[in-house]
């Protein structure tokens, strides 16, 4: 065999080898965060809380973590960081490349994370309330429950009652209770302006499991009547 024939030969196989190798990683890229392929074991989550944000992407160290963007008031998911370098930016779908805003936490293994996006842009107040989801056990038959109040007119504080009994009391905007613990069963959660015996908001029926963890959160303005109005919901942390 001539060399010319034998290096005819040997590309073919290094052209063949490097387009396998090519379809390997266009797979591999397709695929989403869901598992822990990074080994951090980080669970991160992102709520948009922000009505006139629009929708927007999570970068982290520069990098979209996220395929779709997150829009408001959307149901959030917790997903497996792939790095833990910063920054954690916001950046809007509407601009691409421009970020509204940019977080330097550090990340733990083993935690879970959320980020919740809250205020609003019109009067420049938008921010991040960032928190940590895990935490120890609840007692056995207990499990164990937060509030965050997200909600901008809810600055002179929110109460929850937990199937009448006050749980949470005086809760200012922006900030997170400490976990408690509640027996098992199912409970109406009812939010109300600290003073107040006006409900602005019942959750019913929600149903706390033996070692489980919750974090329940308002948001949106008891000024409006649109989507952008109050409302709450809560998240299984665990």
């Known amino acids: 065999m001539s060399s010319a024939n034998r290096g005819n030969k040997f590309t073919r196989i290094f052209l063949f080898i490097g387009a396998i190798l090519l379809a390997i990683n266009i797979i591999g890229c397709g695929k989403s965060s869901s598992t822990n392929a990074s080994g951090l074991n980080i669970e991160y989550e992102v709520l948009n809380l922000c009505p006139d944000i629009g929708p927007f992407y999570l970068y982290v160290n520069n990098v979209k973590a996220n395929s779709s963007p997150y829009i408001f008031a959307a149901t959030p998911a917790y997903f497996y960081v792939s790095s833990i370098a910063v920054p954690y930016q916001i950046r809007t779908a509407l601009v691409p490349g421009t970020t509204v805003l940019s977080r330097s936490d550090v990340l733990n293994s083993n935690v879970k994370y959320s980020l919740f996006v809250v205020g609003d842009m019109v009067n420049k107040s938008e921010k991040t309330i960032f928190t940590i989801d895990t935490a120890s056990a609840p007692a056995s038959g207990r499990g164990k429950v937060r509030f965050i ?51 602005l908001k019942t959750l019913s029926s929600v149903t706390i499991q033996d070692g489980r963890i919750y974090t329940i959160y308002a948001y949106g303005y008891t000024s409006r009547i649109d989507t952008a109005a109050f409302n709450a919901s809560y998240i299984v942390n665990k």
Do not use: H, M, R, W
Not at 150 to 162: E, K, M, N, R
Not at 186 to 193: A, L
């Open 149 to 199: 109040d997200a909600s901008p007119t809810g600055t002179t504080g929110l109460d929850v009652y937990a199937n009448g009994t006050a749980a949470f009391t005086k809760v200012v905007y922006p900030t997170v209770s400490d976990f408690i613990e509640l027996p098992v069963g199912n409970y109406d959660f009812q939010i109300n302006t600290t003073g107040s015996s006006s409900v």
